[in-house]
């Protein structure tokens, strides 16, 4: 049996104790440690939420650490100017300053180089120093749902370690099965997953995606479980993702709810049915056809963000597929990025590594 904790997030690091002591994990920061904190951050919206960042940098100071990071790497192609702007706009220099913490772009520092021999993932990746480093490892992902992998939590969190180009190398392979190797590789350096159900996202994901309050945080040390519990939260059942369930079957944490305990909340008093990516698509642009295989989050980011403007302004689209990734193939309509450029012979290309939001706006309502 796994434990999972569900508390109410008012905004405290009390909050976090409950949260982790629920689950045994209060003692995981002892004097003296040097703590990362990982939260989602990308973009657009949908990122870890600043408040539950600065509570879990509170709590960790409380405990004694000597040193706390807040640490994520931005998608693979990020310019270190961006990211730095992706980390302002999301709150996270002004709440890691708050709390005496540092926010750190994961791609401006060091990567441990590994070699594997799983034929799901490169024959080397790079993971950050500090994931090795550091006492103690606290993975703060956000409840949302995700084009590619239908949700994104624990175990998705985890490619933010990576370094840039094993980010890219992971979606030409299969990208799901990759995120299983890294789970192999980098759960065992995590000392606890806290789970941001604050504000989640359904939809869209992961940037376009609509908000759904839910004012909850899920903790624990089983990275499997912790998500199978998230997916409960949004009404989808685990066994549908695949990165869980392929985690599960080798034994690297629980997936079935009736053997994990939920301690705190009842979750089926929050549970509720989110909307899938695709279903959101559907409901907007019923007529659509989408391709993603293979695409990374950088191109299905700004093909959302497109999508959901042209859909708040009223417009058109002028064709009737699009493709991103290099994977999938559409008969006609508009290929959207590098990768993407032989998805279709009869269709119009759009370069660029990834394209802009407003660049693929432009292209799918030309005139319309
Ligand atoms: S073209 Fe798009 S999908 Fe391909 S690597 Fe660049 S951003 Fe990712």
């Not at 951050?41 to 940098?57: D, F, I, K, M, N």
């Not at 980098?186 to 000392?191: F, N, V």
């Not at 497109?306 to 991103?324: C, D, T, Y």
Request: charged fraction near 25%.
């Amino acid at each position: 049996m796994s434990t999972v904790s569900l508390v109410r997030f008012g905004g405290s690091s009390a909050d976090v104790d409950r949260a982790l002591g629920l689950v045994g994990a209060a003692d995981i920061v002892r004097p003296g440690a040097r703590v990362l904190v990982k939260p989602n951050l990308h973009g657009g919206p949908g990122y870890t939420s600043p408040r539950v960042v600065e509570a879990v940098c509170r709590w960790a100071a409380e405990r004694g650490a000597a040193e706390v990071f807040v640490g994520d790497g931005p998608f693979w192609a990020c310019p270190a100017d961006q990211a730095r702007e992706y980390f302002r706009q999301a709150g996270l220099y002004a709440v890691a300053e708050a709390a005496g913490a540092r926010a750190v772009n994961l791609h401006e520092l060091p990567y441990r180089r590994l070699q594997t021999d799983d034929p799901a993932l490169p024959e080397e990746i790079g993971l950050t120093e500090l994931l090795f480093e550091c006492d103690a490892v606290i993975n703060l992902p956000l409840l949302k749902t995700h084009l590619n992998t239908l949700v994104t939590l624990g175990i998705k969190n985890l490619k933010g370690c990576l370094r840039p180009k094993d980010k890219k190398r992971f979606h030409e392979l299969e990208l799901n099965a990759a995120l299983v190797g890294l789970t192999r590789i980098a759960a065992p350096r995590l000392s606890v997953t806290l789970l941001d159900a604050t504000i989640a996202v359904e939809g869209m994901g992961p940037a376009a995606g609509t908000e759904v309050e839910m004012g909850l945080l899920a903790a624990s040390r089983d990275l499997v479980a912790v998500d199978s519990v998230g997916c409960s939260l949004a009404g989808i059942d685990p066994g549908e993702v695949r990165a869980i369930r392929d985690c599960a079957r080798l034994g690297l944490g629980e997936l079935d709810l009736d053997r994990i305990t939920v301690v705190g909340e009842d979750p089926a008093r929050h549970r509720r049915r989110f909307k899938r990516p695709h279903e959101q698509v559907a409901e907007h642009f019923p007529d659509l056809e989408i391709v993603t295989d293979g695409a990374c989050s950088a191109c299905a980011m700004n093909l959302f963000e497109a999508l959901a403007a042209i859909h708040h302004e009223g417009r058109r689209l002028r064709v009737p597929a699009v493709a991103i990734g290099g994977k999938g193939r559409i008969w006609a309509g508009l290929t959207v990025g590098n990768c993407a450029e032989h998805a279709a012979e009869a269709a119009e290309y759009l370069p660029g590594c990834p394209p802009s939001a407003a660049q693929i706006r432009e292209a799918l309502t030309r005139g319309g």
